[in-house]
């Protein structure tokens, strides 16, 4: 459950910060964009309501585009521009005609236009008022403005501004928008982060209480069959040992991996110790007869399982949390069921036994064989280890007694503590 809760946080912590730099980044080149877009519009409108505005000048600039001039520096245009060129980030006007040739240059440069044709072909469009060419590395805007006669385009004027200013308040705007949404995102996410942790840590805190409880009444109700067969706490931790050491063996193993995960693993081996649970069921002359039980006798003690079985149903039905019972039911009830079917109380074999049941029997077996009981003495080490062995396919899952071999030190050195 620890662990659920840490990887938990820990993947909203990713998760969460991840989703926050997204959505920042994309609402900041958002944003930017729009204004970069709004402050450029501002300024081909500015030009373009200039040029509509002009009642003086517009007629003598609408016979450049009928009249022949040899000298275009002596060209009327230049009452046209004088006003435009007050303005001191312009850096030169240039008039063509629909053919894309120069008419008047207040700079000449060439006799034809050098840009991008499709930028003068907009401007000479009915559905364009203006057309941008904006390049930040250059800091220069090319404004396109047709110039209309007698309701259809006649020429275009081309109006190139030095935006270095312009480039320079547009660098503020990025910093100042970044700044503002990066630290609004911060912000956010501390904030989801704090709600997130304080939540995290109440149902932590509910969490540990519950698992504190849950250990104490699996602890309780297995000692009651155990007290009741003169066994002692000893067993339960041992056979839980056992159990966690096979699990975790197994579970580097292809065919386990996926079904023996940590989280199982846990609640496995937390619900081992009622595997004898039923035991409380049975009736003192059976249960603690120094001798061989009879036929009838033996018929009782085989009913240990499914009584054991249900305690725990009747237990989980009171509780949210059921993993760890509903193991621990499939433990208790299929602990004595064998490989090949001989077992009790379903007469399963092979996989049909749950692998939780399973690894119980080897488990309860070699602590069987190696305490002393009332109606035998205690097994070596290695008398213990043949037996299981030859147990292998009859009464035990080979590969579990595979993984018992391949960790019978970690079995034995917990077999020879004495545990109080």
């Known amino acids: 459950?620890?662990?659920?809760?840490?990887?938990?946080?820990?993947?909203?912590?990713?998760?969460?910060?991840?989703?926050?730099?997204?959505?920042?980044?994309?609402?900041?080149?958002?944003?930017?964009n729009i204004t970069e877009n709004l402050i450029l519009k501002m300024h081909s409108n500015?030009?373009?309501?200039?040029?509509?505005?002009?009642k003086t000048n517009y007629n003598e600039l609408l016979s450049i585009f009928s009249e022949e001039k040899e000298n275009l520096n002596l060209h009327p245009a230049e009452h046209f521009s004088e006003d435009l060129l007050m303005i001191p980030t312009i850096r030169n006007i240039s008039i063509y005609s629909l053919e894309g040739k120069v008419l008047w240059q207040v700079f000449p440069e060439s006799n034809a236009f050098s840009g991008d044709r499709q930028l003068l072909r907009d401007a000479i469009s009915r559905d364009f008022s203006y057309s941008l060419d904006y390049s930040?590395?250059?800091?220069?805007?090319?404004?396109?403005l047709p110039v209309m006669g007698d309701s259809k385009a006649v020429g275009v004027i081309k109006i190139e501004e030095d935006l270095e200013q312009t480039h320079l308040s547009l660098q503020k705007s990025r910093q100042i928008i970044t700044l503002i949404i990066v630290t609004g995102g911060a912000a956010f996410y501390i904030l989801l982060f704090y709600l997130f942790l304080r939540s995290y840590l109440s149902h932590s805190a509910a969490f540990k209480k519950l698992e504190s409880?849950?250990?104490?009444?699996?602890?309780?109700?297995?000692?009651?069959?155990?007290?009741?067969?003169?066994?002692?706490?000893?067993?339960?931790?041992?056979?839980?040992?056992?159990?966690?050491?096979?699990?975790?063996?197994?579970?580097?193993?292809?065919?386990?991996?996926?079904?023996?995960?940590?989280?199982y693993i846990d609640d496995f081996v937390q619900?081992?110790?009622?595997?004898?649970?039923?035991?409380?069921?049975v009736p003192d002359n059976i249960l603690l007869k120094p001798g061989k039980l009879t036929e009838e006798e033996f018929t009782v003690i085989r009913k240990h399982p499914v009584m054991g079985a249900e305690v725990l149903k009747k237990a989980s039905?009171?509780?949210?949390?059921?993993?760890?019972?509903?193991?621990?039911?499939?433990?208790?009830?299929?602990?004595?069921?064998?490989?090949?079917?001989?077992?009790?109380?379903?007469?399963?074999s092979g996989e049909?036994?749950?692998?939780?049941?399973?690894?119980?029997?080897?488990?309860?077996?070699?602590?069987?064989?190696?305490?002393e009981r009332p109606y035998k003495k205690a097994f070596s080490h290695q008398r213990a280890i043949n037996i299981i062995k030859d147990?292998?396919?009859?009464?035990?899952?080979?590969?579990?007694?595979r993984a018992f071999l391949d960790s019978e030190k970690e079995f034995l050195e917990i077999s020879n503590e004495i545990i109080d």
Request: net charge positive.
């Open 1 to 32: 459950m620890k662990k659920i809760f840490s990887n938990l946080l820990l993947q909203y912590t990713i998760i969460s910060l991840l989703i926050t730099i997204l959505i920042a980044s994309v609402m900041s080149i958002m944003t930017i």
């Open 46 to 54: 500015f030009y373009s309501n200039y040029v509509a505005s002009i």
């Open 136 to 144: 930040g590395k250059y800091n220069r805007l090319n404004i396109f």
């Open 213 to 263: 409880s849950q250990r104490i009444t699996i602890h309780s109700m297995s000692l009651l069959s155990e007290l009741r067969d003169n066994e002692t706490g000893a067993h339960i931790l041992r056979t839980s040992a056992y159990c966690r050491i096979l699990a975790e063996r197994l579970s580097r193993e292809n065919q386990f991996r996926k079904y023996l995960t940590p989280e």
């Open 271 to 281: 619900s081992a110790p009622l595997h004898d649970i039923g035991k409380v069921g």
């Open 317 to 348: 039905s009171t509780v949210e949390i059921q993993t760890f019972f509903k193991i621990g039911i499939q433990v208790v009830l299929h602990h004595h069921e064998n490989w090949n079917g001989s077992g009790y109380p379903d007469g399963l």
């Open 352 to 371: 049909l036994i749950p692998l939780s049941a399973r690894i119980m029997a080897l488990a309860d077996v070699y602590d069987a064989l190696r305490t």
């Open 391 to 401: 147990d292998a396919g009859k009464k035990f899952d080979p590969e579990i007694v």
